[in-house]
Structure formats: C-alpha cells, structure tokens
C-alpha cells in the first residue's frame, strides 16, 4: 500500500505540474521475477520514476517505452524474456529466469476513471477490493488496460464484459490475486487489502521505534496511551494519529479490524490487562504482549477467573513474547523482530530463513489461472 500511495501522491504532483505522465504495471509473470503481477511504477515525461516493477534492472528501458507510450498516447504492452539473448544485448539483464509482461498506460488527468483514479478510490477506503487489467499477449493488439475496480459496495467497469464483475467478485471473496487466460487475452484480477493498521498502546521510548519502522512500511499507526505527557505529536511524529484515552474507552477511540495488529507495550500490567480483554472480541488477526511469557499466562489465567471465554480464534492471534527469535536486545532490534512478526503472520509465513523454504518463494498457483 505505501507504494501504491507513493504513486498517488507523485501523479498528483505531476498532474499539478501539467507533466505527462504513464503507468506501468507487471501484469504477468512466467518463471521467477523480482515483482509479482501487480507492482507498479509512475513515469513522467521527464524520466521521474515512483514505484518499482523489478529490482532495478528494467526500470531504465521501462522508462523509455513508458515515455514512448505517452508520445503515442496508447497502451502498450512489453515483453521481457531473459532467455532471449536480444534483451541481453539490451542490457536488460534480468537474472531471475523469468518472463515479465510489463502494461504501460499513458494517464488522462480528465479521465476520473483513470488507472491512478481508481487507484485512489482503493486507497482512500479500509475495504478489500480488486482492480482488474486487460491485456493481449499479442503485443500488436489493442490492449484496454486497467478498467475496473470492485469492493463490497462498489462495482466500476469501463468494460463491456459481464464475466469480470463475476471473476472481480470471485478473487475478491477469495483474496488472492489471479492472472486469467483465455485464448490471446488475459486479464490480472489483482486484490488489494487495506493497508495493515497497527495500534500501539503504549508511549513509552521503546514504542518510538516501532512506529518508525511501521511509518517505513506505510502501514497506519495508532498510538494509544493514557499518559498526555508521553503520547504526543512531538514524540510520535509519524503515527497517524495519537489517542490518549483510558483502557475502557480504546475501541470507542480505533476501529480494529481483520488488517489491524495490536502490540500491549505500556509497561502498565493493569492498563495492558484491561485493553487485552477488549481485543479478544475484535476481528484484529494480531495482539502481541510485550514481556516474559508468564506475563501472558498470568493475563490469561485473570480473564479465566474472571470467567472470561477465550475462543480458540482468538487464542490462534495471541503473540507472546511478541516478536520473532531473532536475539534482540535494544528496543530498535526489538522493534524489528516485533514488525518482523506481524508481516510474517499477515503473510501467513513462519517468518524462518529462506534458505529453509523448500518451495519457491512466490505462490504461482495463487496467480496463475487458464480458462
């Protein structure tokens, strides 16, 4: 999500300064590829680049067709192969032993139903949703490019087809991206999750950086504390928003939902105890202690007491000692294996090295459908 928000942000500022602008999309991938089908990168006329769709070894022959696009002022599509030597002596390199289809979409500013508009409409909502690109493999053909998007309550289309309402439905009830063949043409049904909001309660020096770290990965960061001395803008410049309130009143205050990861860090037993037994009710995937071990049980036995249910679910999304195994001592390397962690159970990874994994990194089954 930052950098889908990165290229809203950058198309707005081109936009303003009456720059061309294009967009190019990775919508199918066969082999092994740095990106996924999906990641995107804005270009202006004037070789301005915001976002990434390799590691860097085609964005500087991606800039060129994308500005082509934009003199042409029709969509393209490209074709790298690393096993074919004319790339090489292009200097494209790819080294990943793949085939990347790259769309270059020149953007209309008036158009509001342009890929970057919709985009935004994604952006600006804590929905799931699916954006859907068309394109020929036949790089000859017209290709008609991004054309719709659907949430739970919306349906845009600028395409005529009445099986892509069906299939956006389908990926979105399934959330997994899909690439879908059927004789020249495929369309790139990609899901997109609301970005991961991450309440932090607690405001004390350790929770700094993990705001940090979570600021970098463009999630949304909720401080909460009842100290008005400790959760302050100054302290917390980069979260999205500060909450100084009493543990009864913190989901009057947030709204946790499946995309929302909770991290109990105030050092407080009391305050901690208190909010943990209101996000045992919530759709929050994640709550993490911060603290030995006992700490937790000790948690879990009060509530038992208290005669408190503890669902299985709930119990699957309890962290603690939250954090992944990685020998950390300062509250920095803390931080990092406590984001480590919550990306890896977002993921629905082990959060192990990847040397270990047997199996490819990336799940072609999830983005790889023929009809």
């Not at 067709?65 to 200097?91: C, H, P, R």
């Not at 289309?157 to 309402?165: A, G, Q």
Request: with cysteine; charged share 25%.
């Amino acid at each position: 999500m930052k950098e889908l928000n990165d290229i809203i942000q950058a198309y707005d500022r081109a936009v303003l300064q009456n720059k061309q602008t294009a967009l190019a999309t990775v919508v199918k991938v066969e082999g092994s590829s740095y990106r996924r089908p999906g990641a995107r990168m804005l270009v202006t006329e004037d070789g301005e680049i915001t976002g990434a769709i390799s590691g860097g070894c085609l964005e500087g022959d991606a800039l060129r067709k994308a500005q082509f696009a934009m003199f042409e002022k029709k969509n393209k599509l490209v074709i790298y192969d690393t096993s074919d030597e004319e790339d090489n002596k292009l200097g494209v390199q790819l080294g990943c032993n793949g085939i990347v289809y790259i769309l270059f979409e020149p953007l209309q500013p008036y158009n509001e139903n342009n890929p970057v508009h919709l985009l935004k409409k994604v952006a600006v909502q804590r929905k799931d949703a699916v954006i859907a690109t068309v394109f020929n493999r036949d790089m000859r053909a017209e290709q008609t490019g991004t054309c719709c998007l659907v949430n739970n309550n919306e349906f845009i289309s600028l395409n005529e087809d009445v099986n892509m309402k069906k299939d956006a439905r389908s990926v979105l009830e399934e959330k997994h991206s899909v690439v879908k063949d059927q004789d020249e043409r495929s369309v790139l049904y990609q899901f997109i999750p609301p970005a991961i909001q991450l309440i932090v309660v607690g405001a004390g020096n350790d929770a700094q950086p993990v705001v940090d770290m979570a600021f970098l990965l463009g999630w949304k960061i909720i401080v909460a504390d009842g100290r008005p001395a400790y959760a302050t803008p100054q302290r917390f410049a980069k979260a999205t928003d500060i909450c100084i309130v009493k543990p009864a009143e913190i989901l009057s205050s947030v709204q946790a939902d499946e995309q929302t990861a909770v991290v109990l860090m105030t050092h407080n037993y009391n305050y901690d105890l208190a909010v943990f037994e209101q996000l045992l009710h919530t759709g929050c995937r994640y709550i993490g202690t911060l603290g030995p071990k006992k700490k937790l049980s000790r948690m879990l036995d009060e509530l038992q007491e208290k005669g408190v249910n503890i669902e299985p679910a709930a119990s699957k999304k309890i962290y603690g000692p939250v954090g992944l195994d990685i020998g950390a001592e300062t509250s920095e390397e803390i931080a990092l294996s406590v984001i480590a962690e919550i990306k890896a159970v977002f993921s629905k990874r082990q959060g192990s090295s990847l040397r270990e994994r047997a199996s490819e990194i990336h799940n072609r089954t999830l983005i790889s459908s023929h009809e």
